[in-house]
């Protein structure tokens, strides 16, 4: 069974920083492209950022600038360094393998989530 398992959520005021995790099995990581999506409360889930196997990556426009997404191969481990943080970044932050594209259809495993809260 796939398991991604992310972590680094928590809560921030504006203008501060998060790193989020998610660690998966050698696998899983080595087959897959690692994608990062959030669902804000009431409104549906968006891609946000991703890397494929060979490091390259992908960041949705409006975020490019501030979040970075990284992975490291050792650790079988996918990063999203999201800094100046604003209270509209609040949401529930997924980690996805699969094909790596915007559209959560082409994603076939999902972590549980983390959150992250950003204060005014």
């Known amino acids: 069974q796939v398991q991604l398992v992310e972590s680094g959520g928590g809560l921030v005021q504006a203008g501060g920083s998060l790193r989020l995790s998610c660690a998966t099995s050698r696998r899983t990581f080595s087959m897959h492209g690692m994608g990062w999506f959030r669902q804000a409360p009431g409104k549906e889930r968006e891609f946000v950022a991703a890397?494929?196997?060979?490091?390259?990556?992908y960041i949705t426009y409006s975020l490019k600038g501030r979040f970075t997404i990284s992975r490291d191969n050792a650790k079988n481990t996918v990063y999203l360094q999201m800094n100046s943080l604003k209270p509209e970044d609040t949401a529930v932050y997924y980690c996805?393998?699969?094909?790596?594209?915007?559209?959560?259809?082409?994603?076939?495993?999902w972590g549980q989530g983390t959150q992250v809260t950003v204060s005014s």
């Open positions: 890397i494929s196997w060979n490091g390259g990556t």
């Open positions: 996805a393998a699969g094909r790596v594209t915007s559209s959560e259809r082409d994603y076939d495993y």
